[in-house]
């Protein structure tokens, strides 16, 4: 598992969350967003095109060594300010109140604890800011959702602990924020991995 999870897992994520699969949900997701953002599950960087100029600095989480590695030629190209802000976003070692603004695409299906990512994305963002997140989930559909449930041990292992049951609204809701709007829908692809939600918290 240990090089299938640095070398061969971020090929195939990369390639997944293509522009060309994702691009419009990415730019929506992040559209807007200015000051100082912090991203977890920062991946192989695939949000970096679409962030605004306004955005000053951007702060990343990834425990990947091989995402990270891969994405170093798009950290190349952001505007502004990049640094890296560890490697766990279930434990930020970075101080209460320091962001303007959270992003979290395509993470929260496979943190550990999502929960406890959140609470901690809560407590540094500044009062007022803004949670961002686009993520795939459990679709509404009881058929569907009857396949992901199936299919999710399989699951957690190809694709290095992804889950297809979760829900992130739910989730997002229990854990210290207020979702202010939501966009769902099956995107194109196979149903039980393309039902998508892009929201907004504060």
């Known amino acids: 598992m240990g090089l299938y ?11 997944a969350c293509s522009p060309k699969a994702l691009g419009k949900w990415r730019a929506k997701c992040v559209e807007d967003l200015n000051g100082e953002v912090v991203e977890i599950g920062f991946g192989t960087g695939r949000n970096l095109i679409f962030y605004p100029t306004a955005v000053t600095s951007l702060t990343a989480v990834e425990p990947s060594a091989g995402m990270r ?8 190209g952001f505007a502004g300010e990049f640094h890296w802000g560890g490697l766990d976003g279930q434990h930020l070692d970075l101080d209460d109140n320091s962001f303007d ?37 459990l679709a509404p559909d009881p058929a569907i959702a009857k396949w992901q449930h199936r299919l999710d041990p399989f699951e957690k292992v190809i694709a290095d602990g992804c889950h297809l049951t979760r829900d992130c609204v739910a989730l997002v809701e229990a854990n210290g ?23 907004r918290a504060n």
């Open 101 to 137: 603004a959270a992003v979290v695409t395509f993470s929260l299906c496979t943190i550990p604890d999502p929960a406890l990512a959140l609470h901690e994305l809560r407590r540094v963002v500044r009062p007022g800011g803004e949670l961002r997140v686009l993520e795939h989930g």
């Open 5 to 15: 999870r640095r070398y061969l897992a971020p090929i195939l994520v990369d390639t």
């Open 177 to 199: 924020w207020t979702v202010t709007s939501k966009y769902q829908r099956f995107a194109p692809g196979p149903k039980p991995w393309s039902y998508l939600t892009s929201l």
């Open 69 to 76: 590695q891969r994405g170093a030629k798009r950290i190349e």
